[in-house]
């Protein structure tokens, strides 16, 4: 099992403290720093589940927007979308836990039209208002380069995450399963989609970023 980069610091970090505890321990034989190596020694092992780097098929899938992350879908609507399209979507959520592994792919392939980082507050990431009050980072990708079919993807902070990694940037071409950032401990992301688009899963379901298909376009991409 490979570790994801972001997640270097962190598991050095925790093994350093395991470590030093566990000699204490050792050598000293109190129980409150036993007590430390086993609870370090949890967060070490948690650290290293958080980031690792899951092994998946990346197979690209035509005219589907796959999901970008792992975790389970809490929103299907159709709402009104204010920063970017300003009209009617479909709206798709996936929240992460804090057990689900916290990779973002890029759903679709095509352009990014464009990208913005919000700064903002940290409800918690299943509240109705987090997508447009949390700290967020918003991107747009023109599937076709024409702008006849834009798919909105958004990477929203919790209460728990406070940091938002993002690969790539506005006028970059991605394409299906590259990773687009990271969303360190407990997220979610919203996906907006053209009205009239196929959904394929339903609220509640578990989703799998980069194989389960959330949505069918009406074009291939």
């Excluded at 395991?18 to 430390?36: E, R």
């Excluded at 970008?68 to 204010?82: A, F, R």
């Excluded at 380069?145 to 958004?154: A, P, Q």
Aim: hydrophobic share 45%.
């Amino acid at each position: 099992m490979k570790l994801h980069k972001e997640g270097k610091t962190f598991v050095e970090v925790t093994g350093v403290i395991f470590g030093i505890f566990l000699v204490c321990a050792w050598y000293y034989g109190f129980v409150w720093l036993w007590i430390g190596a086993a609870v370090s020694f949890i967060l070490f092992i948690f650290m290293f589940r958080f980031f690792r780097i899951p092994t998946r098929s990346f197979l690209p899938v035509k005219g589907a927007v796959l999901s970008p992350c792992d975790g389970k879908v809490v929103i299907i609507q159709e709402v009104e979308e204010t920063e970017y399209f300003k009209d009617r979507r479909l709206q798709v959520s996936v929240f992460m836990s804090i057990n689900n592994v916290h990779i973002n792919w890029v759903p679709v392939n095509g352009k990014v039209k464009y990208f913005r980082h919000h700064y903002g507050e940290y409800l918690v990431a299943w509240h109705p208002k987090s997508s447009e009050k949390n700290e967020r980072t918003t991107f747009v990708v023109d599937i076709d380069n024409k702008g006849t079919t834009e798919i909105l993807f958004r990477q929203i902070a919790g209460y728990i995450a406070r940091r938002i990694v993002t690969y790539v940037k506005e006028n970059d071409l991605v394409v299906q399963n590259q990773q687009l950032g990271f969303i360190k401990f407990g997220s979610r992301m919203d996906l907006f989609l053209p009205l009239g688009t196929e959904i394929c899963v339903r609220e509640g379901d578990p989703v799998k970023g980069t194989e389960t298909v959330l949505a069918k376009l009406k074009v291939e991409q």
